[in-house]
């Protein structure tokens, strides 16, 4: 299984970008998907996560101007980013809890490789 991230770019302060995370390989059932961001310097953190049934999470930072959404017939996870400010900069990874077609079918989470977002000011 992979989570193949894209999506990433420089953009100036209000401007947009929309990420996507397509996961292939074995692939069973995907149950949660999410998005964190690492800032230069800093830890990796939630940025906003959505259910297999589509119950949506966002961190206060990002509410109203972020939203997340997913196409399960392409097992894809898309983060559309509006109002984008200097400190959304970060390198963002998509996260994936994946259950594998395998016997004895098997559940844990999976990473991407992560796509870089700069916001100039």
């Known amino acids: 299984v992979q989570l193949q991230a894209s999506g990433g770019g420089l953009v100036q302060a209000g401007g947009s970008l929309r990420l996507s995370c397509a996961a292939s390989g074995s692939i069973f059932n995907i149950n949660n998907m999410a998005w964190y961001r690492q800032a230069p310097g800093k830890g990796r953190d939630l940025v906003a996560s959505?259910?297999?049934?589509?119950?949506?999470y966002y961190v206060d930072s990002v509410k109203g101007r972020f939203t997340i959404f997913r196409d399960s017939a392409k097992n894809t996870v898309y983060l559309q980013m509006n109002s984008l400010r200097a400190e959304d900069t970060a390198l963002y990874y998509c996260n994936a809890e994946i259950t594998r077609t395998l016997i004895p079918r098997t559940t844990r989470d999976y990473w991407g490789q992560g796509t870089m977002v700069t916001v100039s000011s």
């Open positions: 959505i259910t297999g049934s589509g119950s949506t």
